[in-house]
Nanobody, 115 residues
Framework: QVQLVESGGGLVQAGGSLRLSCVASGRTFSRMTMAWFRRAPGKAREFVARIGWSGGSTDYADSVKGRFTMSRDNAKNTVFLQMNSLKPEDTGVYYC????????WGQGTQVTVSS
């Protein structure tokens, strides 16, 4: 069993930045591909970014390429999502995910970008 706890969300103006963190419990974290998803108000949850177990490979949704950067620190069982040049359409609840199976989810952290 793996537990994921996100933090770092908040309210920011358009053009601003936020850094999300996700701390994982469990001894298998360093071998897990991890991902971020988000759910905008009234929309389905969508993929944002993914990172391989070593941190050497990343993948991003077209909507965030060039603005978001995902990274990880396996010594601290933590993944990060650096979000720059934020837009109002980036507003939503951001979820940390283990790219399963097994598939684990955090409780989410709210990001609100005002125009």
């Amino acid at each position: 069993q793996v537990q994921l706890v996100e933090s770092g969300g908040g309210l920011v103006q358009a053009g601003g930045s936020l850094r999300l963190s996700c701390v994982a419990s469990g001894r298998t974290f360093s071998r897990m591909t991890m991902a971020w998803f988000r759910r905008a108000p009234g929309k389905a949850r969508e993929f944002v970014a993914r990172i391989g177990w070593s941190g050497g490979s990343t993948d991003y949704a077209d909507s965030v390429k060039g603005r978001f950067t995902m990274s990880r620190d396996n010594a601290k069982n933590t993944v990060f999502l650096q979000m720059n040049s934020l837009k109002p359409e980036d507003t939503g609840v951001y979820y940390c995910n283990s790219w399963g199976p097994p598939n684990y989810w955090g409780q989410g952290t709210q990001v609100t970008v005002s125009s």
